[in-house]
């Protein structure tokens, strides 16, 4: 007997088929795969059993009536099937665990908000290394300086305000939230201590000297009401203003409807006719007197004295107060964003380190030295870089137990020149750890179905469940709820008439047999 004969007859021993619906066999492992699934069938239970058999075959019954009528022939149900199957075998090549870890970790970072000073010595798009010396060099004396003492705002404002040509800028930024800062500067703020000065730190826009100012507590989100006492002119009689908001205020403090001093007095157009009512905010995103007014309410119908603004005067009122978002509200969002960005390293990192285990990943860092002195003359996309890359033949990495020379890395470079680093050895850097990304995935996916024996079940049932839903939706659950118990009834008659059952009783006592051990942790 040939080998493929005696492997598919071991194979029908063990998974036999239990049941034949329609003329088609289903093996023992399909009905077992759905059966566990339910938290409702009791398998050890013959009337529990004997229920679920019923419905089983009812289930088969409705796939093969939708067969009959080519639901599985539509344009839909194709494209729906394929989605489905893209996804599922994409969740397979992943780390979902270490994916949530990266997740939370960034989550964490947005319970305490830095506010940071920033002195930026800028670098064109597109820089080799040695265009960033100078910069660079500019960078560390101005750091040397502060380090020796010199105060960190009068070097700022020395070599900063009103240049001309552009070439350092100085800023303060509030409150900032996770992944709202380039990678390599977030990673730094977030590690620094108040009053810490680090740098030079370089990021695509250039070269950073950094100072962490404050540590503030996230508090979440308010929800306020205001009443504004402005006006068009651009030259407003403050006096005046604040004389007509305290006016307002005593009036308030008389219990005066807070809605009703809105509708007459408030000058703010978007917000008169809803009672002054604004949308919730966090802090950073409201000119900073009012949200500070904002966050100091302690309880709801609280109100402030005028608060001035570069738009007036403000009577703020608390509508409510909300913590921190949970993790479980955000981790999707983060997720999005990450993946999208230079942050997807970080977020794949545990699954790229567990595929170049698996196969036997080694970097030849000499090799790759080669192609980064290329990077100190030459930006990884120029026509000069890979006209010399081309020609490099050591060996880059190994995998799989395979050579790979730095030049078939400079052509991927060169078909796929997808980083947003404008600086060339990061460039390089991002690409090559795609590449190493793109080997690995390539392999796994070649040995998906065999490591996976659970896809081709899943992807089965998702096929019946489309085709139980679509028959289903048309047959019955698109008429009136009065008639879809019969409507449901007389089709199953129906389906008894149309497609032969058989069950193998020997097989359905043996249950046992085929299920398999649990693995004990």
Not at 46 to 68: G, N, R
Not at 271 to 300: C, Q, W
Not at 483 to 491: N, P, R, Y
Request: aromatic residues 12%; glycine residues 4%.
């Amino acid at each position: 007997m040939p080998l493929s004969g005696a492997f598919a007859q071991k194979k029908a021993a063990d998974d036999p088929t239990i049941m034949t619906v329609a003329g088609k066999d289903i093996p023992v492992s399909e009905f077992l795969f759905i059966a566990q699934k339910d938290s409702g069938v009791d398998l050890n239970n013959k009337k529990s059993l004997d229920d679920f058999v019923t419905l089983f075959k009812h289930f088969k019954q409705k796939v093969a009536d939708a067969e009959a009528a080519q639901y599985d022939q539509t344009e839909n149900f194709r494209n729906e099937l394929r989605d489905y199957e893209v996804q599922l075998r994409a969740g397979f090549l992943s780390d979902k665990r270490g994916e949530a870890e990266a997740i939370r970790t960034v989550y964490n970072r947005g319970k305490m908000l830095p506010s940071f000073s920033d002195i930026v010595f800028p670098l064109p798009e597109k820089t080799v290394s040695k265009d960033t010396v100078a910069v660079y060099r500019r960078a560390k004396a101005a750091y040397d300086r502060i380090s020796r003492g010199e105060n960190y705002d009068k070097v700022a404002r020395e070599l900063a305000p009103g240049r001309d040509d552009d070439s350092v800028f100085f800023d303060h930024v509030e409150y900032i939230y996770p992944l709202q800062l380039m990678k390599s500067l977030e990673n730094t703020v977030f590690n620094m201590k108040v009053g810490q000065i680090v740098g030079p730190v370089r990021s695509p826009a250039g070269y950073h000297i950094l100072r962490l100012d404050q540590l503030t507590p996230n508090p979440g989100r308010r929800r306020v009401a205001h009443i504004l006492i402005g006006s068009d002119e651009d030259h407003q009689d403050t006096v005046a203003l604040l004389r007509r908001a305290n006016e307002v205020y005593d009036l308030l403090k008389k219990g005066e409807s807070f809605s009703s001093l809105v509708n007459t007095y408030s000058t703010d157009g978007r917000t008169r006719n809803s009672g002054g009512i604004l949308p919730y905010f966090s802090l950073g995103e409201m000119v900073h007197p009012f949200e500070e007014a904002a966050f100091a309410l302690k309880d709801t119908g609280d109100f402030t004295r005028p608060v001035r603004t570069r738009f007036g005067y403000h009577i703020i009122k608390l509508l409510d107060k909300r913590p921190m978002p949970p993790y479980e509200e955000m981790e999707k969002s983060y997720y999005t964003t990450m993946r999208q960005g230079d942050r997807n390293f970080e977020l794949f990192k545990t699954y790229d380190d567990m595929m170049k285990q698996k196969y036997g990943y080694v970097f030849y860092p000499e090799a790759y030295e080669e192609l980064q002195r290329l990077c100190d003359n030459y930006f990884p996309t120029d026509s000069d870089f890979h006209k010399q890359a081309r020609q490099m033949h050591k060996t880059l990495l190994r995998i799989h137990d395979t050579d790979i020379p730095q030049s078939e890395f400079a052509e991927y470079l060169r078909l796929y020149p997808f980083s947003t680093k404008t600086y060339s050895g990061d460039f390089m850097s991002e690409v090559y750890q795609l590449f190493v990304r793109d080997i690995t995935n390539n392999l796994e996916r070649r040995e998906l179905d065999a490591n996976h024996p659970e896809l081709e079940k899943l992807m089965k049932e998702y096929r019946d469940g489309i085709l139980l839903f679509n028959i289903s939706n048309e047959r019955v659950w698109s008429h009136p709820v009065e008639e879809q118990a019969k409507l449901e009834a007389d089709w199953l008659k129906e389906l008894d008439r149309k497609y032969a059952v058989k069950i193998n009783r020997k097989v359905l006592s043996n249950l046992k047999q085929y299920i398999a051990p649990t693995s004990k942790k």
